[in-house]
């Protein structure tokens, strides 16, 4: 029979440390004694994750497959090569990996869903441009996605590792915005003219940067911050 | 309701779940249902082949656990269940959500370890009452198996006798008096913080309390022995809030009444209400005596026959409701859910359960040293409490989801600051 020395407890002989407070049982008339009796055997049961996550993932999937397929496979069999079909089955590709590839991952799913989302759709363009016969692919739609995703990712990035932290977030988001259709706006005249000049694109930077230094300054001013709060808290 | 159709087997007799019943299988997911278990902890080590005889003979006799749970196009319902229902090995956290397909369709299952026979029983199919039925007549029958003469009494059924239609009905349905019901409204109250657990770990402190030194504090106040650990509960958890320093909410708990102290039935199906006593801190500070009075009070009104049928009216008269019940189930599963989820377990902070002293055949007493009561997680509160008294022994088990023994650290250490003993032990060496 030990009493814990800190609770005041009696404990049973099968317990090392008090499970109140974590004390350790320490009995010098019990040293060497045979194992007591348990109260619980050792075995966990665990709950199973069967039809969970990644059974629907399979059965939409399939789902997604058939239409794709029979698109193939109609559009080999009345024209002998693939033309319309691959709109169809690019458009499926590109439905799964935005509403059906984030169930795949438990970790990091933001940033594997962006990645597979930038993958399929820069696909889908090419695509398109390959079955349109454009030259558009490489020069403009493909630069334009990339940017677009790497902003994404990296503002996902940042946010989940706390480097952007409440309104500094939203200013990033408004500087990336009018970054990326300067950015935009330059590949487009380089693609038709080969000449960069920069015409409509500036009054969307001016206005996201104005609007971003608004909210730094709000972030960095804690009496405003908490008028604002106050003000329009939901 | 003739009992030859309950024993046929052939035909395939349904039954209505009953109003508490109604509720489980609506708020159950994928990581979690509403489960309770009992255990009975004899003086020898169980003998597996013996108790699944005892087993397949208990199952004839009441065939109101041999149930398997469906889905129709409104309710769910139960069916009579044709399989056989094997025991299983004991596991370190017990109250795992069942997966009834392995379970062949039961609605609950029986486990050995060591000493100890021990059953767990999914709520949609009984409450703690008709459980203990259950498990005294299986101790009773394995005992028998066992060489030891038994008689059928105290709650032992006789498995000899065929099983009585009383047994099988919705008690809220027969004595719900529709005429006026109580409202169920209440507010928010404080809900206890801590590091959450994965889904299928529940920790259980179990303390062991002599029951003439529990009788004797809670008469020393002029309280009942659950009003004064109800008292306890919440002096300790409102301790437990003052130091956390936030805003304060009311401290709730959960009691569990017995509606067959009022109402003579031989239901095995659930048949009891909730009431929720506890304080409200904005009004100032309790003492613990404010606090025990508080309980008392409550209690007395709250649980009079007449105020705890409009309790149960009420739940009566929202499962007749026309509209509830032409919705179709799967609309009706999301906003039982929707309604459970906003103010279910959120009007209070914790449960503890009380299943009074068990009786046994005089012939068994000897064979037992302990039954065991203990409540499974709560799908969003924490800690719960739940207590079974057997001769001198109070069993109080406290079973938890979140890493901090907090609750039951300090309700058990108020019981030693007041003189009674205490006698602790856990699972906590499996984790």
Redesign the interface.
């Known amino acids: 029979m030990s009493y814990?020395v800190n609770?005041?407890?009696?404990?049973?002989d099968?317990?090392?440390?008090?499970?109140?407070?974590g004390v350790k049982v320490f009995n010098p008339l019990k040293q060497g004694e045979a194992e007591p009796?348990?109260?619980?055997?050792?075995?966990?049961?665990?709950?199973?994750s069967?039809?969970?996550r990644r059974f629907w993932v399979k059965i939409v999937s399939i789902l997604l497959a058939v239409p794709s397929l029979i698109c193939l496979v109609s559009n080999l069999l009345y024209e002998g090569y693939l033309s319309w079909s691959l709109y169809a089955v690019g458009g499926i590709m590109v439905l799964w990996a935005f509403g059906v590839s984030p169930f795949l991952f438990k970790k990091n799913a933001a940033i594997k869903w962006i990645l597979i989302d930038i993958a399929a759709l820069s696909l889908y363009l090419y695509l398109i441009e390959y079955s349109s016969l454009g030259t558009w692919f490489f020069p403009v739609a493909f630069p334009i996605v990339l940017m677009a995703g790497l902003l994404v990712l990296l503002l996902t990035a940042f946010v989940q590792r706390g480097i952007f932290k409440e309104l500094y977030t939203v200013s990033a988001i408004f500087f990336a915005v009018g970054l990326f259709l300067v950015a935009v706006e330059v590949l487009i005249d380089f693609y038709l003219t080969t000449r960069i000049q920069v015409v409509w694109s500036w009054f969307v930077l001016i206005s996201c940067m104005g609007i971003a230094f608004v909210f730094i300054f709000i972030e960095r001013n804690k009496k405003i911050k908490e008028e604002l709060k106050r003000k329009l808290h939901i | 309701m003739a009992e030859g159709i309950i024993m046929d087997k052939t035909a395939h007799k349904w039954y209505r779940l009953d109003n508490a019943a109604k509720l489980f299988p609506a708020i159950k997911n994928?990581?979690w249902m509403s489960i309770f278990r009992l255990s009975v902890l004899m003086n020898e080590t169980i003998d597996a082949k013996a108790l699944q005889k005892a087993l397949d003979t208990v199952i004839e006799r009441m065939p109101v656990f041999a149930l398997k749970m469906k889905a129709g196009f409104f309710w769910y319902y139960l069916e009579h269940n044709t399989k056989r229902p094997l025991v299983q090995?004991?596991?370190?956290?017990p109250c795992?959500?069942f997966?009834f397909k392995r379970n062949r369709g039961y609605l609950f299952r029986v486990r050995y370890?060591?000493?100890r026979i021990a059953l767990e029983v999914f709520h949609a199919l009984t409450d703690g009452s008709g459980g203990i039925v259950f498990l005294k007549t299986l101790a009773a029958e394995y005992l028998r198996q066992k060489g030891y003469d038994i008689p059928a009494e105290k709650g032992v059924l006789n498995c000899g006798e065929a099983p009585h239609p009383e047994e099988m009905e919705d008690g809220y349905g027969r004595f719900a008096k529709l005429t006026a019901v109580k409202s169920r409204k209440e507010s928010k109250a404080y809900s206890i913080r801590g590091t959450r657990e994965p889904?299928?770990i529940l920790h259980?402190?179990?303390?062991l309390v002599p029951l003439q030194a529990l009788k004797a504090q809670a008469s020393k106040y002029g309280v009942s022995i659950t009003e004064y650990m109800t008292g306890v509960l919440i002096y300790v958890l409102d301790e437990i809030q003052r130091k956390e320093g936030r805003r304060r909410e009311p401290i709730k708990v959960s009691i569990p009444v017995n509606m067959r102290r009022y109402y003579s039935t031989a239901t095995l199906r659930n048949f009891s209400i909730v009431v929720n006593p506890g304080i409200e801190p904005k009004y100032g500070e309790y003492s613990f005596e404010e606090i025990l009075q508080h309980v008392h009070y409550f209690m007395r009104l709250e649980t009079s026959e007449k105020n705890a049928n409009a309790r149960l009216a009420r739940n009566v008269k929202s499962e007749k409701n026309p509209f509830v019940r032409v919705m179709p189930l799967i609309l009706k599963n999301f906003i039982i859910n929707m309604v459970f989820r906003y103010s279910g377990e959120s009007r209070f902070t914790t449960t503890i359960t009380n299943l009074g002293v068990v009786e046994v055949p005089e012939a068994m007493r000897e064979q037992i040293e302990r039954f065991d009561f203990l409540l499974g997680p709560s799908r969003f509160n924490k800690v719960n409490c739940a207590v079974i008294t057997f001769g001198e022994n109070v069993c109080i088990n406290f079973t938890r989801t979140i890493e901090e023994?907090v609750v039951?650290?300090d309700f058990?250490?108020f019981f030693?600051?007041n003189g009674i003993?205490?006698?602790?032990?856990?699972?906590?060496?499996?984790?």
């Open positions: 814990c609770c005041g407890v009696e404990l049973s099968t317990e090392k440390q008090c499970p109140l407070c009796e348990k109260c619980y055997p050792v075995r966990v049961e665990t709950i199973d069967a039809a969970g | 994928r990581k090995r004991d596991v370190s956290n795992v959500r997966n370890f060591g000493r889904a299928h259980i402190v179990t303390g023994p039951e650290k058990f250490t030693v600051k003993p205490v006698k602790i032990e856990s699972n906590q060496e499996n984790y």
